[in-house]
């Protein structure tokens, strides 16, 4: 998941066994019942298969043999014992089918559960946690990781608790049929073990192994995918084809070290079952001809049929040790990001609807009046104190970095009165952005003090700070749906006429009739179907329709070309009447009419003033606007 990732083991270390103990509790906590029911089936199952075996001794030493050489031999004690022996195989029947349905609803409904607790939990995650985390990383936890899940809780579950149920029962019959040929039995039996577990620490590695590279690749296919316009104008296709290359050679070895270890396993465990079937049958031989042992022709031909069938779950639990070591592997990513810590939101300070009587006092109201207040805790009296939302923002000695030791923001004081509009100007990596990821509380600052109407923003909550704040960015994000549906992510309870207001005040609602099923279009990838200037215009129509009292607009026009910029700021200046207004934007012409334009430098502030004022003065910004000086 991470960009780094830590070398896995050979075996299960102390992470493996608590995240597996970790993902039983999510089984028990959904379906205790069920999983004890198919524990009891499983047990049946085994016994059930063990007593198939077990029974040719007394077939053949009480029923069979004794009738031999009989001239009117009765058959009815055989059939009665095939009877119950047929039974014993229809409860083993019914128990292996009844699991392994079970099982399977089971595992689809933890990988449920899984999924939903992952995505709620990504949605509390801070932006840095997005920042610090490619996006192929992170889907693979919701495809390639779940799906492990999947085949150990469906398959390997089951299965490791049949072999290890089938190999404990197979044992005891074993050592009640004969104790001596049960010493051969354990020796075998080391090395078994010693084999299984030389060849299965080798799978399983290269397997988990896999699982990071298989990431990786993914990872980096959703990346071209995405980029795929520039690989295209910048001929990158032999570079992009030759990294592919690379990555998917890595997963190749991987997955074929895997799975030669894993083939290994059958012919390796086979063979050393065959051994032990001869050497059974040459020793079972030799102690029923001299009578050692009361080992008998029934004796010899079920402990036998056990030696063929004890060699097959150590093969079994080897194969499904992989799977688990596997799967185990993926858990711990997934728990990695359930455990992720969320965004901290110590605020108190509450967004609510409000209205004034005669006298100006405020009070607070459910239905939306157009004026909003913050609405701050009762304090030691009981009284609850409201303060109008008014759009004043105000930077104090603002110090701020994505990483302590690399400060971004040196010292930023500034602020934006209500209904004026400030605009940032800067070369890339002047902290333009950043100053706007400050104010919605994307990131929390090093020191100084960012105020919101007179209140620290860090003790307002982030919902209501942010539900106060409008945001157009300079990359547009459509999702799947109609148009509509689109600019209504703004307000999700905003009416079809406020829509449509909104879209007129964009001016996106000429292009938007023009469709073929006009605001009832649907979108699709990220609305491919649209320009980039058509996506921006319902980019600034989602702002409009959420009618939010602050407006911050990040190069929102960068995408529109000259003609329709023209008619937009139309729009922009009607949506921005009233508002405070953030403008970040290269080209100056639509800032002019700024009550502010700040000009930054490597973080700091070292211009500040109208236009008209910075015009004067023949600094930075002068060199700018008359093109002596170009923004990088």
């Known amino acids: 998941m991470n960009k780094t990732t830590k070398k896995p083991g050979k075996r299960l270390s102390a992470e493996n066994i608590a995240t597996g103990k970790r993902l039983l509790k999510y089984i028990m906590d959904l379906y205790k019942y069920r999983f004890i029911m198919v524990f009891i089936c499983i047990l049946l199952s085994a016994v059930a298969s063990i007593s198939v075996s077990l029974s040719l001794k007394y077939l053949l030493d009480d029923y069979i043999i004794p009738l031999i050489g009989q001239k009117s031999p009765n058959y009815t004690e055989l059939y009665r014992a095939l009877t119950v022996l047929g039974c014993i195989f229809l409860v083993g029947v019914i128990a292996t089918f009844t699991y392994t349905r079970m099982m399977v609803y089971i595992g689809q409904g933890v990988l449920k559960k899984v999924r939903d607790d992952m995505f709620e939990h990504m949605q509390t995650l801070p932006i840095r946690y997005f920042d610090q985390n490619t996006n192929g990383s992170i889907m693979s936890l919701y495809t390639n990781d779940t799906d492990t899940l999947r085949q150990m809780i469906s398959q390997a579950i089951p299965q490791a608790l049949m072999s290890f ?68 104008v910048f001929n990158h296709e032999e570079i992009s084809e030759k990294e592919f290359d690379e990555l998917n050679d890595a997963l190749f070895e991987c997955a074929a070290n895997a799975n030669k270890y894993a083939n290994m396993m059958g012919p390796v465990i086979g063979n050393i079952g065959n051994l032990q079937f001869v050497l059974t049958a040459v020793l079972g031989g030799l102690l029923s001809v001299t009578g050692v042992g009361g080992i008998t022709i029934g004796v010899i031909a079920s402990y036998l049929q056990f030696t ?21 592997a993926g858990a711990e990513r997934i728990f990695k990001l359930i455990d992720e810590e969320p965004e901290q939101d110590t605020g108190s300070v509450t967004l609510v609807n409000a209205k004034k009587d005669e006298n100006g006092t405020i009070t607070e109201c459910t239905e939306r009046t157009g004026m909003w207040a913050w609405k701050k805790p009762a304090d ?18 603002v110090t701020f970095g994505y990483d302590e030791d690399k400060i971004i923001l040196h010292d ?42 007179g209140i620290d923003i860090t003790k307002i909550r982030k919902d209501d700070l942010r539900r ?75 702002a409009a329709v959420a009618d939010p009292p602050v407006l911050i607009l990040d190069e929102a026009t960068s995408s529109i070309d000259t003609r329709t910029e023209s008619i937009v700021q139309k729009g922009m200046d009607n949506l921005m009447k009233g508002r405070t207004v953030f403008v970040i934007a290269h080209r100056l012409s639509t800032i002019r009419n700024s009550n502010a334009i700040i000009v930054l430098d490597h973080g700091r502030i070292i211009e500040r003033g109208d236009h008209d004022d910075l015009i004067r003065q023949k600094g930075t910004y002068y060199q700018l606007y008359t093109g002596k000086l170009e923004l990088s």
Request: hydrophobic share 45%; net charge neutral; charged share 15%.
């Open 308 to 328: 063929k069938s004890f060699t097959q779950p150590f093969m079994q639990v080897a194969q499904q040790f992989n799977s688990i070591v596997m799967a185990l």
């Open 165 to 232: 149920f089938t190999i404990v029962v197979t044992f005891i019959s074993m050592l009640v049929l004969s104790p001596l040929l049960t010493v051969l039995a354990v020796l075998i039996i080391g090395v078994l073990i010693s084999a299984t577990k030389a060849i299965g620490a080798n799978s399983g590695k290269y397997f988990i192994r896999q699982q990071m590279a298989l990431a990786d690749v993914t990872g980096f296919i959703e990346e071209r995918m995405n980029g795929q316009r520039v690989i295209k």
């Open 412 to 453: 930023i004081s500034l602020f934006a009165k209500p209904g004026q509009k400030l605009a940032f100007v800067g070369s890339t990596g002047a902290g333009k952005t950043t100053i706007t990821n400050l104010i919605n509380r994307f990131y929390d600052i090093q020191s100084g003090e960012i105020l919101y109407d």
């Open 468 to 542: 106060s704040l409008g945001i157009v960015l300079q990359d547009t994000h459509l999702f799947t749906g109609t148009i509509k549906d689109n600019i209504r992510y703004g307000k999700l309870n905003a009416t079809d006429e406020e829509i449509y207001n909104a879209a007129k005040l964009a001016h996106a609602d000429q292009f938007i009739q023009m469709l073929p099923n006009g605001y009832d279009t649907l979108l699709s990838g990220d609305g491919e179907e649209l320009s980039q200037g058509q996506r921006q215009l319902l980019s600034i129509a989602r």
């Open 380 to 397: 030691e009296n009981g009284t609850v104190t409201y303060t109008e939302l008014t759009g004043d923002v105000r930077f104090k000695d």
